[in-house]
């Protein structure tokens, strides 16, 4: 590296902060670590459907514990996906193979391997069932697959990002290509951009909206913040922080357009098969000619038999087919990629292919964001010097997998995917509302907008404009309290319930709407408040340290922002750039 | 559907598959159809004796029919889904299931690889730090022995450097050659 002599560089210390290799890998992991699954699954279902450090460290660890059990999901549909057929296009038979499984038949193929075969879900979130041996060895090898690429922290993370961060954009460009050729893409694709006025006047759809992007970025995790932190200090933080915001919506959008093609095309073929089996019947009661119904002339066919023989009609009990009503399924989360997705793929041509490029975009995202969940956890514990220093950085990602493993195997019992949902609702975001919240209060008024533009015009050489200005002081905290606000009161509107796939159910495939226990509302409660009751307590105990330092009039107190999240690297700016002369002399 | 009666008397006869004493006197016409329509379905008995009068049971029928059903299939060259018997539920043959679940050699490859992977980065760990630590050891003996204090640049001891004349880096003398001179 060629350096300009006369200002001394900077000799790194032994074992210094790692740094990253270059600008793009920091950028990419910042990217990786806000696009995750959600981009993918939650994004689309909205606009189908409508038109903070020991809190945000505590976050960060709940959030990874059931993050990766996803993942194991999504690595166990992999691995089944290089099997010809695959496993979720057909039925198993039953007993005296005269038929299909029964709780197969009712519902469909997709839907038996999902909670069957998959999950082998119980009724109810009472009932734990045992452990489901081949999740567990998923969940060991998605853990081991965490482990290999945090071993050292962002010196690992900082390679693997490239995959992990870039392919996933090759595949969802390769399924938007494929998509569009699909039979039926152009109705999802209307079906997307086609506005409904009146859903806008619904205030859930805003309030959606705002809890979609707030979390779609993955804040207040911590995670970002610490990827941060192992930047050099004079870094442009804006230019940074507004790519990573507009690559993370673009990716969303630009994500919707294959899932709606996809989504259009199984509409069309659901549509079809519905038209096709209902011409079939029609054949077979008025033993007409093959080909004499097609789908073409199915409507006119059917006004004409119906003023011939409307009896035989109305004792067929045909199916009334409307495309609408099969685009209007929607779903997000878990059930668009687990049985949407795989419905689709079966439909296409070359499915095994598809499958496994889809599971493993899947993978990549939902890893990269991993990432930044283990970064949130791990880099704390480095930093507030808990943990000793003797221990090196590969034993301790060792031991923070291996307890988290040990934890999510809970995830792998028969209700698993109930609990997953109710971390989700509940450790997911509203202490991250409350955090982020505290964040902005806290650098906003605490610390002072004044200071908080002196160091960024240090860092970056420019102040902050007018934009920015506002929206920290007024606007940021103004939004996270009415989304916060709204949250809870929608929360509260409604009692908790779960859907259950119960196959006794007398309304089986249709799922079974069951309340929770209390004791598992407890449990939701203490989730959503043990994060943020962190906040308060440590600004507490930091006010109570320092009243009782002021007593010391000796002690010089240096500028120190409280810092109320573990990792607060803005705590002092003039004191983190080492400089060592460049000749040692002795 | 004189075909249809021919297949059924060869299978029912030939194979057989009714008792033994009406396997003599079945013949072709013991098999009636009846309500032939025009989309190709039509009812069928099986006459046990020359008089056309009793009808060999349907369960028995159905049980020989039951048992031949591909043959039957392969006869008209058709497939359990484009002919069916009405009230005979096929016997569906069980998907092919190789003796090891496919996905669990695959998690095996994927396994193995992830735990190479590990083990790699662990001891390249273990031998860099190795490799600083000689190297940091080193230098600290180096540095006890001199007496006079020893200016290090950009990690080399200045005085194995000879700031005056400079080392000539072969790959840029080269240059001179490469290029034509004016």
């Known amino acids: ?586 | 559907m004189l075909s249809f009666a021919s297949q059924m008397h060869r299978m029912l006869s030939k194979y057989g598959l009714v008792s033994k004493q009406l396997w003599e006197i079945m013949q072709i016409s013991n098999i009636l159809l009846c309500n032939v329509t025009d989309r190709v379905s039509f009812w069928f008995v099986v006459t046990d004796s020359s008089e056309n009068v009793t009808t060999v049971p349907g369960s028995e029928v159905e049980a020989a029919i039951r048992m031949n059903r591909n043959r039957i299939n392969s006869a008209f060259l058709l497939s359990d889904k484009t002919l069916q018997f009405l009230k005979i539920t096929p016997t569906l043959s069980p998907p092919v299931e190789p003796s090891t679940p496919v996905w669990l050699i695959v998690f095996g490859v994927v396994l193995c690889l992830i735990l190479a992977g590990i083990v790699f980065l662990v001891v390249a760990g273990i031998r860099q730090r190795k490799k600083k630590n000689k190297e940091s050891t080193e230098r600290e003996n180096l540095e006890e022995k001199c007496e006079v204090t020893i200016t290090v640049e950009n990690g080399i001891p200045c005085e194995a450097l000879d700031l005056k004349a400079g080392h000539i880096n072969g790959v840029f003398a080269a240059d001179n050659e490469r290029f034509t001179s004016l």
């Not at chain 1, 560089?9 to 600008?23: A, G, L, Q, V, Y």
């Not at chain 1, 999510?408 to 509302?433: E, K, M, N, R």
């Open chain 1, 1 to 586: 590296m060629s350096k300009d002599l006369s200002v001394p560089p900077e000799i790194p210390k032994e074992d210094s902060r790692p740094k990253w290799d270059n600008k793009f890998q920091y950028i990419l992991s910042c990217i990786g670590f806000a696009v995750g699954l959600g981009n993918l699954w939650r994004f689309p279902y909205l606009c189908q459907i409508h038109g903070g450090g020991v809190g945000s460290w505590m976050v960060s660890v709940l959030v990874s514990l059931y993050y990766n059990t996803v993942l194991t999901w999504v690595m166990w549909y992999f691995i089944n996906s290089f099997q010809e057929p695959l496993p979720w296009s057909a039925c198993p038979l039953n007993e005296n193979r005269t038929g299909f499984n029964e709780e197969c038949y009712r519902s469909t193929a997709v839907n038996y391997f999902w909670y069957r075969k998959t999950l082998n879900i119980t009724p109810n979130v009472t009932e734990s069932g045992t452990l489901q041996w081949w999740l567990i060895l998923c969940l060991a090898a998605c853990w081991a697959i965490v482990y290999l690429c945090t071993i050292r922290g962002i010196e690992t993370t900082g390679k693997a990002i490239y995959v992990t961060a870039i392919f996933p954009y090759l595949v969802l460009t390769i399924f938007l290509i494929h998509g569009l050729t699909l039979p039926g893409a152009t109705d999802g694709l209307a079906y997307l951009f086609t506005p409904n006025l009146n859903t806008l006047k619904n205030p859930r759809v805003w309030l959606d909206a705002a809890t979609q992007i707030f979390f779609s970025l993955s804040l207040a995790f911590g995670g970002l913040i610490a990827f941060s932190s192992y930047n050099s200090p004079k870094n442009d933080c804006e230019k940074d922080a507004v790519t990573v915001a507009i690559v993370n919506s673009m990716t969303s959008l630009y994500a919707s357009i294959p899932v709606f093609s996809v989504l259009g095309f199984k509409a069309t073929t659901g549509y079809w098969d519905c038209l096709d089996r209902n011409i079939i019947s029609i054949i077979n009661e008025f033993d007409l000619p093959e080909e004499s119904i097609m789908r073409e002339n199915y409507t006119a066919w059917i006004s004409f038999l119906n003023s011939s023989h409307p009896e035989k009609i109305a004792g067929l009990k045909l199916k009334s087919c409307d495309l609408q009503e099969f685009l209007d399924q929607s779903v997000s989360g878990t059930g668009l990629v687990f049985i949407i997705f795989t419905q689709a793929i079966i439909l296409m041509p070359g499915s095994r292919a598809w499958a496994i490029l889809f599971f493993i975009m899947l993978f990549c995202l939902g890893l990269s964001s991993m990432f930044g969940n283990i970064e949130g956890v791990f880099t704390p514990l480095l930093e507030l010097r808990i943990i000793s220093k003797t221990i090196r950085k590969e034993l301790l990602s060792g031991i923070i997998c291996l307890i988290c493993f040990i934890i999510a195997l809970c995830f792998t019992l028969g209700s698993g995917s109930y609990w997953i949902d109710i971390f989700d609702s509940y450790a997911g975001t509203v202490p991250l509302l409350v955090i982020a919240f505290f964040e902005v209060i806290g650098v906003a008024y605490v610390y002072k907008i004044k200071r908080f533009s002196k160091d960024v015009k240090w860092m970056t050489g420019r102040k902050p404009n007018l934009y920015w200005q506002i929206t920290w002081r007024f606007i940021s905290p103004l939004l996270l309290l009415i989304v916060f606000l709204a949250f809870v009161a929608l929360q509260i509107q409604k009692p908790s319930s779960y859907a259950a796939w119960n196959p006794k159910y007398e309304g089986f495939p249709m799922k079974e709407e069951k309340v929770y226990p209390p004791w598992v509302l407890a449990i939701c409660v203490l989730l959503a408040v043990l994060p943020c009751v962190f906040v308060p307590l440590v600004a507490l105990f930091n006010l109570i340290k320092q009243m009782c330092r002021s007593k010391d009039t000796s002690f010089i107190q240096p500028e120190v922002f409280s810092c109320q999240e573990a990792n607060c690297n803005f705590c002092h700016p003039k004191e983190s750039i080492p400089i060592v002369s460049v000749c040692k002399k002795k």
